[in-house]
């Protein structure tokens, strides 16, 4: 039987902001699902990903070079993401193209 070891991390959004925290991955991880806060108002969401190296002796450091995620057709990855306090699953061979990850929200709010 293989082992799935499924954990979370947390990004934030800044107060009425539309740019999320960065999380790092460093390329062994995938990220498989979103959950949405009860706070949440719908909205979309893009993902943009870094390669940058990390600086492991820099706690503060953080990317520089983002990109956005676009698939093989040329749209731009986007999740819709409607109602509060539910759950995401998302595409894993998409979200597999970076080090470092941070989302853009679009008509989105938080109260």
Known sequence: MANNFL?????TFAAS????SSLYLDGLFAIVGIILPAAWTAGNI???ASMDERDPTNSAWTPTTWYGIYDSTGTQYTITAGAASRGLMLSQDVLMAGKHFRCLCTRCCWH
């Open 17 to 20: 902001g539309t740019l999320s």
């Open 7 to 11: 954990f979370t991390k947390e990004i």
């Open 46 to 48: 893009t993902v943009e």
